[in-house]
C-alpha cells in the first residue's frame, strides 16, 4: 500500500463541493472513480478542506492509498486522463510516508477571494468573482479587516450548519488589496469556520461601499450572533489557495 499526496485545482462551477454527497456531482466522488477505474481499488480521497458548491481550488491537497504497484507520475497522469471533460486538474502527485495525513497534519489553510469592482457585467469570469458595480474604498476594507485578526468568538461569521465544535477561531491574517477594478482578501488560519470566509467578505463588501463602518464590524464581531451578519458572499469569488505542512 502507498500513500499519494495530490496537490488538485478546480473550477467548484459544476460540483454540489469538494465532499461526497447524496444530492449531485462532488470533486471527491470525481477523483476517487478515477482511481478506481485505473486500479480497481476502491479508495478514499482525503483533502485538507472542504470547499462549498460553486467554491475554487487553486491548490488544494489530498491523499489517496493504492494497493497497485504504480509510480507517482503514472498515477497523477493516469487521474489526469480519466478525468478529461470534468473541471480538475492535478498539478502534482508525490509518494508520501504512511503517516502522513492532508487534513489532520494540515496547520494552515489559505483562502483567496475575488471581487471585480465594475459596473460592466462578467463576460469572461462568470462563476469565478464577484462582481459590485458601486465603488469600493479597498483601503477602508483592509483598515476593518484587521479587527477580525486573531483568537476571536466567530460565532456571527459562522453558517447555521457548521460543525465545528467550538466557533473561536485564530486568523493570522486577513488582508484587502485592490489591482484597477480587481479587489482580493486574502485570509489564513490553522482552521476555518463553514462559510467564515464568505461571511467576512460581504461584511467587509459593506464597509467598501460605506454602508458599514469599522465600528459596525467590531460591534458584529463581538455580539456573537448569526442575525448580525451583514452579507455573505456568494462563492463565486472564493478560492482554496493552498494548505501548509511542517514539512
Same mark, same amino acid.
Given at each position: 500500500?502507498?500513500?499519494?499526496?495530490l496537490?488538485i485545482?478546480?473550477?467548484?462551477t459544476p460540483y454540489?463541493?469538494w465532499?461526497r454527497q447524496?444530492?449531485g456531482?462532488s470533486?471527491?466522488q470525481?477523483i476517487e472513480?478515477a482511481?478506481?477505474?485505473?486500479t480497481?481499488?476502491?479508495v478514499?480521497?482525503?483533502?485538507a478542506?472542504r470547499?462549498?458548491?460553486?467554491?475554487?481550488?487553486l491548490?488544494?491537497a489530498?491523499?489517496?492509498?493504492i494497493?497497485?504497484?504504480?509510480?507517482?507520475f503514472?498515477l497523477g497522469e493516469?487521474i489526469?486522463?480519466k478525468?478529461?471533460?470534468?473541471a480538475?486538474?492535478?498539478l502534482?502527485c508525490l509518494?508520501?510516508?504512511?503517516?502522513?495525513?492532508?487534513?489532520?497534519?494540515?496547520?494552515?489553510?489559505?483562502?483567496?477571494?475575488?471581487?471585480?469592482?465594475?459596473?460592466?457585467? +462578467?463576460? @469572461?469570469?462568470q462563476?469565478r468573482a464577484?462582481?459590485?458595480?458601486?465603488?469600493? #474604498?479597498? =483601503?477602508?476594507?483592509d483598515t476593518?479587516a484587521?479587527?477580525?485578526v486573531g483568537?476571536?468568538?466567530f460565532?456571527?461569521f459562522?453558517?447555521a450548519?457548521c460543525?465545528?465544535?467550538?466557533?473561536?477561531k485564530?486568523?493570522?491574517?486577513?488582508?484587502v488589496?485592490r489591482?484597477?477594478e480587481i479587489?482580493?482578501v486574502?485570509?489564513?488560519?490553522?482552521?476555518?469556520?463553514?462559510?467564515?470566509?464568505?461571511s467576512?467578505v460581504g461584511?467587509?463588501a459593506?464597509v467598501?461601499?460605506?454602508?458599514w463602518s469599522a465600528?459596525?464590524?467590531k460591534?458584529?464581531l463581538e455580539a456573537?450572533d448569526r442575525n448580525? +451578519?451583514? @452579507?455573505n458572499a456568494p462563492p463565486?469569488?472564493?478560492?482554496f489557495?493552498g494548505a #501548509?505542512? =511542517?514539512?
Amino acid at each position: 500500500m502507498t500513500r499519494f499526496r495530490l496537490t488538485i485545482e478546480y473550477d467548484g462551477t459544476p460540483y454540489m463541493g469538494w465532499q461526497r454527497q447524496p444530492h449531485g456531482p462532488s470533486v471527491q466522488q470525481a477523483i476517487e472513480e478515477a482511481c478506481q477505474a485505473i486500479t480497481g481499488e476502491d479508495v478514499l480521497v482525503y483533502g485538507a478542506g472542504r470547499t462549498d458548491s460553486g467554491v475554487h481550488a487553486l491548490a488544494m491537497a489530498a491523499h489517496v492509498d493504492i494497493e497497485k504497484d504504480i509510480d507517482a507520475f503514472r498515477l497523477g497522469e493516469a487521474i489526469n486522463a480519466k478525468l478529461r471533460g470534468e473541471a480538475i486538474a492535478i498539478l502534482d502527485c508525490l509518494e508520501v510516508g504512511d503517516e502522513w495525513h492532508a487534513r489532520f497534519d494540515c496547520i494552515g489553510r489559505r483562502y483567496l477571494y475575488r471581487i471585480v469592482n465594475r459596473r460592466a457585467p +462578467l463576460a @469572461l469570469e462568470q462563476g469565478r468573482a464577484w462582481r459590485i458595480p458601486q465603488p469600493l #474604498d479597498a =483601503a477602508q476594507m483592509d483598515t476593518a479587516a484587521q479587527l477580525l485578526v486573531g483568537k476571536h468568538d466567530f460565532t456571527t461569521f459562522r453558517s447555521a450548519h457548521c460543525q465545528s465544535e467550538s466557533p473561536v477561531k485564530t486568523l493570522s491574517a486577513l488582508n484587502v488589496e485592490r489591482d484597477g477594478e480587481i479587489v482580493t482578501v486574502i485570509a489564513a488560519a490553522r482552521s476555518f469556520l463553514h462559510h467564515q470566509v464568505r461571511s467576512m467578505v460581504g461584511c467587509l463588501a459593506l464597509v467598501g461601499m460605506g454602508r458599514w463602518s469599522a465600528d459596525d464590524l467590531k460591534d458584529a464581531l463581538e455580539a456573537a450572533d448569526r442575525n448580525r +451578519l451583514g @452579507l455573505n458572499a456568494p462563492p463565486d469569488g472564493l478560492y482554496f489557495v493552498g494548505a #501548509d505542512y =511542517a514539512d
